[in-house]
């Protein structure tokens, strides 16, 4: 089995009249944040690391938020168009780890809820996502509540090519290249 590990991190602004959603879930709260698209920072962090893991670059190449298309977008497009590319080239989920850093709301409660949704975006076991969540420390922009971040490790496996031992070893009748 082949493995790879990927890791993404996202931050967003934290204002008022914008909705919350992370890792696809909204949570009520006075204040949202703030992007070109639904500004989820866990799906993005998440779709950044999928994509890091398969060696496929970052996600301001694959849905550049200069393109109108992705105006307020729902982050899961992000996320599925990205697990189609992996699904493409074989690969397969095995485990997600994720921290959301954020002063305000407090997410405990949350934290469950947000793995279940990613569990089923992901196609995968419970078991096989985490979900925590920190605070600033009341630090720095997080701690401010001035903003939100989130970051995701992942790992991915896909079997091995499998290729006959015959196609590889030369054959004893095959004749030299012509060379003329
Ligand atoms: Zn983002």
Known sequence: MEYRIGL??????????RPLILGGVSIPHLRGLV?????????????????????LGDIGEAFPDDDRRWQGA????????????????RWKVVNIDAIIFAQEPKLGAWKAVIRRNLARLLALPEDNINVKAKTG?????????EALAAQVV??????????????????PSSEPPDTA
């Not at 729902?74 to 080239?89: E, G, P, V, Y």
């Not at 420390?137 to 509540?145: N, Y």
């Not at 992942?154 to 290729?163: D, I, K």
């Open 137 to 145: 420390e009341g630090v720095g922009h997080i701690g401010r509540g």
């Open 35 to 55: 992007g070109h698209s639904d500004a989820d920072a866990l799906l993005h962090a998440l779709t950044d690391a999928l994509l890091g893991a398969a060696g």
């Open 8 to 17: 993404g991190h996202d931050t967003h602004r934290l204002v008022e009249g």
């Open 154 to 171: 992942v790992l991915l496996q896909r079997p091995p090519l499998s290729v006959p031992d015959q196609d590889l070893a030369p054959t």
């Open 74 to 89: 729902d982050s899961r497009i992000f996320l599925d168009a990205t697990l189609q590319r992996l699904q493409a080239l």
